[in-house]
């Protein structure tokens, strides 16, 4: 097995690719050990020094250290990774529930056609590129002209994260979505 690793725009944030699906198509993100018990990869992640957030996407494992080199860091990391899918346990427990996209949204019914143009720009033209950093976006919600996105893994505390939220995706949204007024995070 041979796993590759990526940069991402937050130097404390790691990508994993292993080279197999890992999540499907949703992700997971576990900021603290606590949350790690929905997945046995995440909690072994956890069990080494310096990790201090782990999230898995379709195909990719994000984790985040604390302090420390990646130098020193990473060849444990991948060891741990490796382990995981050479030993065949699941990536998910069994009793771990993936909340499914949609949860806990909010928006007024009389502006679904809208929301939907918004979902739709999310999924096709932000999704894949934030996951290409070892992230994820999430639409969380549409009031007012203001639609709300939850970022997760590397985009959660990456520096760059409100510039992407400003100018990349706010312009793109206003741009095929009059309506839009302003991006913010939630």
Not at 33 to 59: K, W
Not at 63 to 77: M, Y
Request: glycine share 10%; hydrophobic share 40%.
């Amino acid at each position: 097995m041979f796993i590759q690793t990526e940069a991402t725009p937050n130097p404390a944030t790691m990508k994993f690719l292993p080279g197999k699906p890992v999540l499907n198509d949703r992700t997971l993100d576990m900021p603290t050990r606590e949350a790690a018990t929905q997945s046995p990869l995440a909690e072994r992640l956890f069990g080494l020094p310096h990790v201090g957030g782990v999230m898995l996407g379709p195909d990719f494992i994000s984790v985040t250290k604390t302090d420390g080199d990646w130098q020193q860091i990473k060849p444990s990391v991948l060891g741990a990774i490796m382990e995981h899918f050479m030993s065949g346990a699941p990536v998910l427990a069994e009793s771990a529930t993936v909340a499914a996209s949609g949860d806990d949204e909010f928006f007024d019914p009389a502006d679904a056609e809208t929301v939907a143009t918004i979902k739709d720009l999310i999924e096709t033209r932000v999704r894949p590129a934030v996951a290409g950093d070892g992230g994820d976006i999430t639409f969380r919600g549409y009031k007012e002209g203001i639609v709300y996105l939850h970022m997760k893994g590397a985009c959660s505390g990456c520096p760059s994260s409100t510039a992407t939220l400003k100018h990349g995706i706010q312009n793109l949204l206003r741009h095929f979505v009059p309506d839009v007024q302003e991006v913010r995070p939630m």
